[in-house]
């Protein structure tokens, strides 16, 4: 009778195991960016290239190595982020420009496709990994955004890691600041109001991966533009700005003059354009940059969809940018090729 | 010859007024929203009802004015605004929700159809008028979006009035905060981690203008919903989820439960379902307000478009809303009809 049993259970078994082997056949991606700008690439040391061109390799491969593992394209893009956040290179966490004030503040913003959950958090001075605070806040709270203190005393109840404002400081983020600075208060000198430079570099960091799941994710972590105004927010922290996720057209990650992102919402953008238009992502991305370059901007994008289909596009010299592709395939790149 | 000049300039003088002569029968429309939510009826006193109509009457006669004296439509939504945050009885400026601290932390956003320019404040505590400050942001800063300090070291350095938090309380909003508070309490000492009711009223207040340049714009200020926590961002604030205007689709302004409104980027989705699959406005409403309740959330949005068309829809039981057309036909209206 046990043996009858076995045999009647065996091909509910097999039945089973055919169920669940295709997942993992099923395609995985994760695509990041650390910044679109216009570095020259005569400046940039062998040595810099090297620095970047690792970090974003170990960065990736922390993501890629937990879709293979089945976990989640959240998963993926939060801890990719964390990397990034930690590196003390990019704009993003440790390494992050400064305000006028001469403090760092951060903005992230995180987004699953499978039910449009949402975590955002702006302003926040405190908290070693706002991308995980972002995180918390979508599957903590029944909002989508905290910002400033609030946000800070959240991550706080949450366990997440607190740091002073210093622990963010960079050499390469205090000489950035003098440098605007002393600008600054010589074009105040003259009788001008204000600086109106533009930054020549962005290092805002962004993460889209699909899981064996099926499900994409987009993440983006910044501190910003040089010598903003504290408190000012940017498209990081913007769901349907900066970032946007949504199985049924695609997850966007955007990095550039944040401004020109949020007034022509550009990562909910992309995402109306693949779904009401039928644009491939490639078309999606530069229609979008050239809204963005006539309203006076530019910048980066990158995105993915549910099957694996990737874009990336930037209007500037350079963009931080990697991926690993569904057949494995992988490319890591900072100039125009 | 002085009388030659004269007859030879005559056409061209004719010709000029015949050019302006237009601009004074061009449309000119105001529409404008104070909160949807699920009002009782039967629970609302006359006087009551008399209150709001007349102050929703008074709000949109100020914009009205500025509309017809030829004024933009981007000054015409922030008079509306300053009169609504003034009037101490919607929740926006005076008469603002409380948050879990017992503060009052409000939001605003405004963005003009013409060049796409926008501006948003949040998490302020100090700005007598919100809509100025984000008004401030767009005109004087190369910025979109400030919150909480910054925000309100910004507006002081503009001039604008600063206020005491507790200027803005009145003693409905200490009521339901107390409420809030009795139930959070009760329900903390039960185990349970915090209070997870949906609010039942919302009284943001929205604004959509077109004036006789032909251009949109659209504004939307609050103190966000009832018990939120400290530092919470919702839609109203953020370009593209509960604001949005871009003349080459339309102006839109949101109300209702704003997590839902930024997961949807619901004020630009409605922009590129007009533009991208040439949709109505009360198609597009429907539509967006569809996807909003299939994710559990409800609220209402008015819109309008350059040629004057405009619509107005909600989920919830009542909206506070109103409308002058380019008839000049007028209604005020709480309640489904």
């Known amino acids: 009778m046990k043996k009858l049993l076995f045999l009647a259970a065996l091909p509910v078994f097999i039945g089973l195991t055919s169920f669940i082997a295709p997942v993992n056949d099923r395609p995985i991606v994760i695509v990041i960016h650390a910044g679109a700008g216009n570095m020259d690439r005569s400046k940039m040391s062998a040595e810099n290239i090297k620095i970047v061109t690792d970090k974003l390799n170990e960065a990736m491969d922390v993501g890629h190595k937990i879709l ?26 440790k390494g992050a420009i400064f305000n006028q004030d001469g403090k760092v503040e951060l903005d992230a913003s995180i987004m699953q496709g499978v039910d449009l959950k949402a975590g955002s958090v702006a302003a926040v001075m405190t908290i070693k990994n706002p991308i995980s605070a972002a995180r918390a806040v979508m599957d903590h709270t029944k ?24 622990y963010f400081y960079t050499d390469g983020a205090m000489n950035d600041w003098k440098n605007w600075k002393a600008r600054e208060d010589s074009i105040r000198k003259s009788g001008h109001n204000s600086i109106e430079e533009k930054p020549n570099h962005f290092g805002t960091c962004g993460v889209v991966a699909l899981d064996k799941q099926g499900n994409i994710a987009a993440g983006t972590s910044t501190g910003g533009v040089s010598f903003k105004k504290p408190g000012r927010v940017g498209d990081s922290p913007i769901i349907g700005a900066g970032t946007y996720a ?11 003059t944040g401004e020109y992102f949020i007034r022509l919402g550009v990562a909910k953008d992309i995402a109306s354009m693949v779904l009401y ?10 229609t979008a940059l050239d809204k963005v370059k006539n309203l006076g901007g530019e910048g980066g994008i990158i995105s993915l969809d549910k099957n694996g289909n990737f874009a990336i596009d930037f209007t500037t010299n350079a963009m931080n940018r990697a991926y690993i592709d569904k057949n494995g395939k992988r490319d890591v790149q900072i100039f125009r090729n």
Request: glycine share 12%; charged share 20%.
């Open 68 to 93: 293979e593992n089945g976990g989640s394209s959240t998963d993926a893009v939060e801890a990719t982020l964390n990397v990034m956040e930690n590196a003390g290179i990019f704009d993003a966490g």
């Open 143 to 166: 909002h989508v955004m905290l910002v400033a203190r609030g946000a800070e005393e959240f991550a706080k109840s949450q366990g997440l890691q607190i740091v002073d404002n210093s």
């Open 246 to 256: 949504d199985n049924t057209s695609c997850a966007v990650s955007c990095t550039g």
């Open 277 to 286: 238009k039928g644009y491939s992502l490639q078309k999606a991305l530069a």
